[in-house]
């Protein structure tokens, strides 16, 4: 079992920058795979990156890409999701989630991560 916990949300201009990070329970949290979701208002929950098991293979969506990056330090069981020049349709409930695939590769679908945090809310408006 993992628990997971998302922090580091809230209202930032157009422009800025956050930080997310997801704090996991689980004792051998280097054997998960974790991924960012988000839900905008009105939208279905989509993927917007991940992190294998290891930390050596990541993957963003196009609409990230360049602006988003993803880390992890099993050391601290905690994933991080720096966000960079957001805009306002970035605005969404991030989530972050695990999976317990142990590859080289990052699953970018919804039921291939067993374990969801609550979610945290980001707004990008000025």
């Known amino acids: 079992q993992v628990q997971l916990v998302e922090s580091g949300g809230g209202s930032v201009q157009p422009g800025g920058s956050l930080r997310l990070s997801c704090a996991a329970s689980?004792?051998?949290?280097?054997?998960?795979?974790i991924a960012w979701f988000r839900q905008g208002p009105g939208k279905e929950r989509e993927f917007v990156v991940g992190?294998?098991?290891?930390?050596?293979?990541?993957y963003y969506a196009d609409s990230v890409k360049g602006r988003f990056t993803i880390s992890r330090d099993n050391a601290k069981n905690t994933v991080y999701l720096q966000m960079n020049s957001l805009k306002p349709e970035d605005t969404a409930v991030y989530y972050c989630?695990?999976?317990?695939?142990?590859?080289?590769?990052?699953?970018?679908?919804?039921?291939?991560?067993?374990?969801w945090g609550q979610g945290t809310q980001v707004i990008v408006s000025s």
């Open positions: 989630a695990a999976s317990g695939l142990i590859g080289d590769y990052v699953l970018t679908y919804q039921s291939g991560y067993g374990f």
């Open positions: 992190i294998n098991w290891s930390g050596a293979s990541t």
């Open positions: 689980a004792r051998t949290f280097s054997n998960y795979a």
